[in-house]
T-cell receptor, first 109, second 114 residues
C-alpha cells in the first residue's frame, strides 16, 4: 500500500526565514510525486510534478526536490502570502494519487 | 482558476437525505476524480471516471455513487447521509491515462449534514 508522510504537521516562520517541508513516501514504482498548495476552504492548487530522483523544479520562492525515498519543498525568504497548507501526493503505475496529510505553513510579517 | 467547476459551493441537509454534487472538468480533460476531505482524514480518493467509464475505486461507501455523462461532466450522489459525511468534496480532472497525469482540482462543495 502506498504511504505518504509529511512533516512537520505545522510550521511557523518569520517573513524571510527560509525552511524546508518534508514528504517521505513508500510506493512501488513511483510514476510521479506532486506538490499542491491549499488555502483554507479552497481546492488544492497544483505546484510541481517530479518524476525521477535528482529532479528539481522551481517556482518563485519554492523549490521542490526528489530522492528515492523523499521529497523536499524548500521555501526561500517566505512572505505572508505563502501561508497555506502544502500537500504532497504520489502516483504509482497507473493508480490514482495518494495524499499526505499536509504541512500547515504560517508566515508572520 | 483551475478550469474545473463544481456546484453547489455549499450544501446543508439533514441525516437520511440524498444530495447530488456536480463537476465539470477542464476543457479537453477526459478523467474526473472525486475526493473527500475531512479534518482528521485528509484528502481521500473516492472514485475515478475516464471518458464515461469507471476506472478506479478508492474508499467510497456503498451509499455513495457517481457517474460521468457523455458531455464529460460528473455527478457524485450521496444517500442516506450521516453526520460523519460532513466534509469538503472535491472534483479533479486530468487529460487521462497514458498522458500527463497532473490532476487539477475544483473549488469544492462543502457539505454539512445536521
Amino acid at each position: 500500500e502506498d504511504q505518504v508522510t509529511q512533516s512537520p504537521e505545522a510550521l511557523r516562520l518569520q517573513e524571510g526565514e527560509s525552511s524546508s517541508l518534508n514528504c517521505s513516501y513508500t510506493v512501488s514504482g513511483l510514476r510521479g510525486l506532486f506538490w499542491y498548495r491549499q488555502d483554507p476552504g479552497k481546492g488544492p492548487e497544483f505546484l510541481f510534478t517530479l518524476y525521477s530522483a535528482g529532479e528539481e523544479k522551481e517556482k518563485e520562492r519554492l523549490k521542490a526536490t526528489l530522492t528515492k525515498k523523499e521529497s523536499f519543498l524548500h521555501i526561500t525568504a517566505p512572505k505572508p502570502e505563502d501561508s497555506a497548507t502544502y500537500l504532497c501526493a504520489v502516483q504509482a503505475g497507473y493508480s490514482t494519487l495518494t495524499f499526505g496529510k499536509g504541512t500547515m505553513l504560517l508566515v508572520s510579517p | 482558476d483551475s478550469g474545473v467547476t463544481q456546484t453547489p459551493k455549499h450544501l446543508i441537509t439533514a441525516t437520511g437525505q440524498r444530495v447530488t454534487l456536480r463537476c465539470s472538468p477542464r476543457s479537453g480533460d477526459l478523467s474526473v476524480y472525486w475526493y473527500q476531505q475531512s479534518l482528521d482524514q485528509g484528502l481521500q480518493f473516492l472514485i475515478q471516471y475516464y471518458n464515461g467509464e469507471e476506472r478506479a475505486k478508492g474508499n467510497i461507501l456503498e451509499r455513495f455513487s457517481a457517474q460521468q455523462f457523455p458531455d464529460l461532466h460528473s455527478e457524485l450522489n450521496l444517500s442516506s447521509l450521516e453526520l460523519g459525511d460532513s466534509a469538503l468534496y472535491f472534483c479533479a480532472s486530468s487529460v487521462g491515462p497514458g498522458t500527463q497525469e497532473t490532476q487539477y482540482f475544483g473549488p469544492g462543495t462543502r457539505l454539512l449534514v445536521l
